[in-house]
């Protein structure tokens, strides 16, 4: 099956937290495809200018609402036949300062969404994990059965996340993927929140001529992974034979960049010539991440083909557009 059959199926896909900023990417390009969308969020990080700028161009239900609530999950749930589970609260550093909203949103919401699954026969649950369940582990590059200790309750939040979605295929026969994203950037990336990513962060600063932090001495590296590979990992997901269920994979580009390389290209792309500034390392931080890539090639076919330069120099106008004027 290839990704384009998938829209000649009229087939329903939930997106939880579709207003943040990889659920209205996704819900973008599956509305413009021509699918039926339900989108789940609390609005607690995402934006009601993503739900409005899709409203503005599509017809889809749009459920205001807390996974935390196991009745609000079934209603969403109910009528679709795949569920994109993106909801959840990001940010290392937040969670080292509030582990308990963390377990309750990203764990027992989790736990809810797959319990609604199940109740409701959902063909294929793929849900988001993360990088950072690599923990302390210091191999490079990642690969998937070599995973460390966490080392941030966000991280032990993914982790329990692949826990339960392992045991909810193996227990009840609900088809799960989790996906392993590693720093995912692009268009609708929120560069305003006190925990923007690096990427947003760069560019608004130097957008404003301002000299951007860098945590630590800006050697670490990060394999940045453009949004529109994420989008495309999310749909193989869906179409992905029974080998991959139950499994976690990671997406990335298979590349990495220092934080130091990665701010001369953004300067370069902005034409800026700004020296950064070079902060404390953030508590709960990796220092390197690159992907293995090759378990996603085998099982999800997954072969994504926009680097971290292609993706920017894609990105940066929208960055310009949506910056500028702030
Ligand atoms: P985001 O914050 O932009 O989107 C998350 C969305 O979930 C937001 O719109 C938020 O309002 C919503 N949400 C939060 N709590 C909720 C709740 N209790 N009920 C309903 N909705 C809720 O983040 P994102 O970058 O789009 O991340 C999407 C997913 O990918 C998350 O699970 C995140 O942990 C994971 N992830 C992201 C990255 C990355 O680089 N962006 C990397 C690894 C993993």
């Avoid at 059959?5 to 996704?26: E, H, M, P, R, Y």
């Avoid at 609900?174 to 929140?193: K, W």
């Avoid at 090639?297 to 949506?322: C, H, R």
Wanted: with cysteine; charged share 25%.
């Amino acid at each position: 099956m290839m990704v384009s059959d998938i829209f000649n199926q009229n087939v329903k896909f939930l997106i939880t937290g579709g207003a943040g900023f990889i659920g209205s990417n996704l819900a973008d390009y599956l509305l413009k495809s021509g699918s039926e969308v339900k989108v789940l969020d609390d609005l607690s990080n995402g934006r009601i200018e993503n739900i409005n700028y899709l409203k503005s161009k599509y017809d889809f239900e749009f459920i205001e609402g807390d996974i935390r609530d196991i009745n609000i999950c079934r209603k969403a749930v109910n009528g679709v036949d795949f569920v994109l589970h993106q909801a959840a609260w990001g940010s290392v550093p937040r969670s080292v300062r509030m582990p308990l909203v963390y377990d309750e949103v990203n764990v027992h919401g989790t736990l809810n969404m797959l319990e609604a699954a199940k109740e409701n026969n959902i063909k294929k649950f793929v849900y988001a994990s993360s990088s950072s369940v690599y923990g302390d582990e210091a191999t490079l590059p990642k690969v998937e059965g070599k995973e460390g200790n966490p080392l941030s309750p966000y991280a032990i939040t993914k982790k329990v996340n692949e826990l339960y979605a392992k045991n909810y295929f193996e227990l009840y026969g609900l088809e799960t993927v989790g996906l392993r994203y590693f720093n995912v950037f692009g268009r609708r990336q929120d560069p305003h929140s006190t925990y923007a990513a690096v990427i947003p962060i760069f560019i608004r600063e130097l957008l404003k001529d301002h000299a951007p932090v860098i945590n630590g001495d800006g050697t670490q590296t990060r394999d940045f992974t453009y949004i529109d590979n994420v989008i495309e990992a999310n749909l193989l997901a869906c179409i992905a034979g029974e080998e991959a269920s139950g499994e976690a994979f990671n997406i990335a580009y298979g590349k990495y960049i220092t934080l130091n390389d990665l701010y001369h290209v953004i300067c370069e792309l902005l034409g800026k010539n700004i020296e950064p500034t070079y902060g404390k390392p953030r508590v709960g931080d990796i220092s390197h991440s690159l992907a293995d890539i090759s378990k996603a090639k085998k099982l999800l076919n997954y072969d994504p083909e926009i680097d971290v330069f292609e993706g920017l120099s894609q990105t940066m106008e929208w960055y310009v557009d949506n910056l500028s004027s702030k």
